[in-house]
């Protein structure tokens, strides 16, 4: 049975990756920062061995990585948002962005790579606001166009071993994260549809199941590859 580290997999489209990875036939390592009840219910939906692992991320990687049995397919998949334009990014909050965005993949693929078994596949989820000029998120887009050069240069470095190393790419998600503004706001429901090719927003399902395709045999030449999973916002 292959092994998945999903990151951020407590809720959302992290949660959505690790029980679509389940599904697949895989055991799930459920990392997760703060909810203990909302990772519970991922690991018992899961089964086959799941298992959670509280961490702070980029702070307490030392103590993620203790916890991973050898890894066929890691999926950096947590994040922090900043919609906020350039006038008003505090110096802090572009450290704690960049932290969790940049920082935490970076040292955990590091950390990682020998528990990574030679035929295994990177993830790393990125962001459709990378392709396009978004003034109100301008250092969230910055880490995840970071994010986007270290899949291309990984892909490469990693090649000999057979390890392939995608990006995954979301538009608006209706998740908990944007419930806020998102959910209840026909407006805001019907301007985020309207940006789409296909006419809707996206579910957490639309991206576990690219993801799903890109951990399997079937993407076995795939690698390098930053693919579009917004629906084809802002074509």
Not at 93 to 115: H, I, K
Not at 204 to 214: K, M, Y
Request: net charge negative; proline share 6%.
């Amino acid at each position: 049975m292959k092994t998945a580290l999903v990151t951020g997999a407590g809720r959302g489209i992290g949660r959505a990756i690790a029980l679509r990875l389940a599904a697949d036939g895989m055991r799930v390592v459920v990392h997760y920062g703060r909810d203990d009840e909302s990772a519970a219910s991922v690991v018992a939906e899961a089964g086959r061995g799941a298992f959670a692992v509280r961490a702070s991320l980029p702070a307490e990687l030392d103590a993620l990585v203790a916890a991973l049995p050898p890894l066929d397919v890691l999926v950096n998949n947590a994040g922090a948002a900043l919609p906020h334009p350039i006038e008003d990014v505090t110096p802090e909050a572009f450290d704690e962005v960049f932290g969790v965005n940049v920082r935490a993949p970076f040292f955990l693929v590091q950390r990682a790579l020998p528990l990574l078994r030679d035929g295994g596949r990177i993830v790393n989820i990125s962001s459709g606001a990378t392709r396009i000029a978004m003034p109100a998120g301008i250092a969230y887009s910055m880490t995840k166009g970071a994010l986007d050069t270290f899949t291309r240069t990984l892909a490469q470095h990693l090649g000999p071993r057979g390890i392939t190393v995608n990006t995954v790419a979301p538009g608006v998600v209706d998740t908990d994260i944007n419930a806020p503004w998102l959910r209840g706001n026909p407006e805001a429901e019907a301007a985020m549809a309207a940006r789409s090719a296909l006419g809707r927003i996206g579910r957490a399902d639309d991206i576990a199941d690219v993801v799903s395709f890109v951990t399997s045999e079937d993407a076995r030449w795939v690698t390098g590859a930053w693919i579009d999973a917004t629906g084809g916002a802002h074509l």
